[in-house]
């Protein structure tokens, strides 16, 4: 097993890891994009087959991930190429890491501007101004407006480079030790709240009733996209908190907590959400804009109102910093061990490139809103390739690493796992096998209906 420790450091214990993964996964991909997705593409189908893909697929590749970085104990390529070189697999696998890399400097350019919006909402919401605004005022005047965007985006980018700036101990377990337990509870409150609005069985039948007439291939393909992205697969975020995870843990069962609680938190930001959408008439198609329109509804009848939402707002901030911090580390970690720079250098240059990117993401909805390619704005774009395209592929990449370049016997001791168990042997042929053929399947189907 690897004992050695990372150049970059070390969780302080598993429970820490778990909390930093779990701060990974859980972000905006929650409770912003897995409502409005769920209401863009029908509800209780897409609803399923994401369940699905997060235990088929998901649950696989994140032990995978985790393995790849224990073992390599470095940045996504750093890792690859040291396992490569001990299973004697071929150099090429470290393409896998720069994939990983560039998903994660994408991602988090769009995904910062989204975080923004949450910063703002803490504001209208502390001043009590948006309690007076019409259902979705607030939103709209913020997408008119390219400066509060920007202002927003850039401060985030800060917010995160700090962390970054920090380092693993010092840096990413202070901010998500406080923060994660306290967010679940608020959004308990909020479901509770919405238990008792008159829409609350209609929302419930929106989400958890399949009607499958409404689920075409791209609503599969966005459905697996979305495990991929709320799970935080595939870019090796997850892949290189596990090579600061120390080699005692068993990654089986960190996986399925992991993945049991953001799974979870979706769903429960989906309960929280769709009884609001019924109660006040709005429509669940309504697109990015579903949480910022619904919640404000509950938060403006709810007694400390005003209260409540400030600190929902806030902790959803927190939430989407902690994942954010993840799609940085990657590359950090990389220009420090690649050309030997400082933590501040190697997070300032990509952080600066992110930045920069995240500024037309955040003029899609204003300037640039009739700027599309392939009818899509460039904040959809990037949302689109990454989700869809970038993180699949890297998870199936590390599935058929692990799965088949590989020897059985790594892995098994990796994992603290008997190779002749029977548990084994379903995980390694779920990886091998399904998992692989599924994201393939699902693609193909999604490409072809593209092309006729
Ligand atoms: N999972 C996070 C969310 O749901 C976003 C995220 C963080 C992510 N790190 C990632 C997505 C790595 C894909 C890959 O908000």
Redesign the pocket.
Known sequence: MSNQRSQHGQWSSRFVFILAATG???????IW?FPYMAGENGGGAFVLVYLLCIAVIGVPIMMGEILLGRRGRGSPVTSMQRVSVSESAPKGWVLLGFNGML??VL?LSF?SVVAGWAMEFVYATASGQLADAKDGAWLDGLFQSPGRLLFWHSLFMVLTTVVIVFGVEKGLERAVKFQMPLLALMLLVLMGYSATTPGFAQGMHFLFDFDFSKLGPEAILAAMGQA????????G?IMVYGAYLDSEASIAKTSFAIAAFDTTVALVAGMAIFPLVYSHGLEPGAGPGLVFVTLPLAFAQMPAGIFLGTLFFSLLTLA?WT??I??LEPVSAWFVERFGWTRRMAALVPALLIWALGVPCALSFNMLADSTIVGKTFFDLLDYATANVM?PLGGVLIALFVGWQMRSHSVAEELAWDSQSASFKIWLWLLRVVAPVAVMLIFLNAIGVLSF
Do not use: D, E, Q
């Open positions: 990974s996964a859980v972000g905006l991909g929650n994009k998903a994660g991602i995904y991929f992205f709320s799970l935080s697969l595939g870019m975020a989407a994942s954010a993840s799609l993180l």
